[in-house]
C-alpha cells in the first residue's frame, strides 16, 4: 500500500476510534475469530502468540496488532472492511469480522499484566 493511502486509512481508523460510543465491542466470539484467523490469516499473519514460528516477517502478529494503541474494536472492522492491498480481499461477513475482531482483543487482554 503507497504511504498516503496507508496514512488516509489509518486517519480515519483514528477519527472513527475517538468516537466514544463507536469504541464499543460488537460481541462476537473469540474462538471461532481464531478458527477464522487460522484458517484464512495464518498464510501471512502469526496468529497464534504461541506459535513457534513466524507465517511473514514482513505482516505484523496478530498479539502485536492487539497491543497497538490504536487497536479498538472501530479500528479492527474499519480494517477489515476496507480493501487494502496486498492482503486479500477475503469478504468476511459482519458476523465474521466480529468474531476475529473479538479474538485480536482477547490476545491484548490475555496479554496484559496484572
Same mark, same amino acid.
Given at each position: 500500500?503507497?504511504?498516503?493511502?496507508?496514512?488516509?486509512?489509518?486517519?480515519?481508523?483514528?477519527?472513527?476510534?475517538?468516537?466514544? &460510543?463507536?469504541?464499543?465491542?460488537?460481541?462476537?466470539?473469540?474462538?471461532?475469530?481464531?478458527?477464522?484467523?487460522?484458517?484464512?490469516?495464518?498464510?501471512?499473519?502469526?496468529?497464534?502468540?504461541?506459535?513457534?514460528?513466524?507465517?511473514?516477517? &514482513?505482516?505484523?502478529?496478530?498479539?502485536?496488532?492487539?497491543?497497538?494503541?490504536?487497536?479498538?474494536?472501530?479500528?479492527?472492522?474499519?480494517?477489515?472492511?476496507?480493501?487494502?492491498?496486498?492482503?486479500?480481499?477475503?469478504?468476511?461477513?459482519? &458476523?465474521?469480522?466480529?468474531?476475529?475482531?473479538?479474538?485480536?482483543?482477547?490476545?491484548?487482554?490475555?496479554?496484559?499484566?496484572?
Amino acid at each position: 500500500m503507497r504511504r498516503s493511502s496507508r496514512a488516509r486509512l489509518l486517519w480515519g481508523i483514528a477519527a472513527l476510534a475517538s468516537a466514544p &460510543a463507536l469504541g464499543q465491542t460488537n460481541g462476537g466470539d473469540p474462538a471461532e475469530g481464531q478458527r477464522i484467523a487460522q484458517t484464512w490469516c495464518s498464510n501471512c499473519h502469526l496468529t497464534d502468540p504461541h506459535a513457534q514460528s513466524r507465517a511473514n516477517d &514482513a505482516t505484523a502478529s496478530f498479539l502485536a496488532i492487539a497491543n497497538m494503541p490504536s487497536t479498538t474494536s472501530v479500528s479492527l472492522h474499519a480494517f477489515l472492511l476496507t480493501p487494502h492491498p496486498p492482503m486479500p480481499d477475503f469478504r468476511l461477513s459482519r &458476523a465474521q469480522i466480529d468474531d476475529v475482531t473479538a479474538y485480536i482483543l482477547s490476545l491484548r487482554e490475555a496479554s496484559a499484566p496484572g
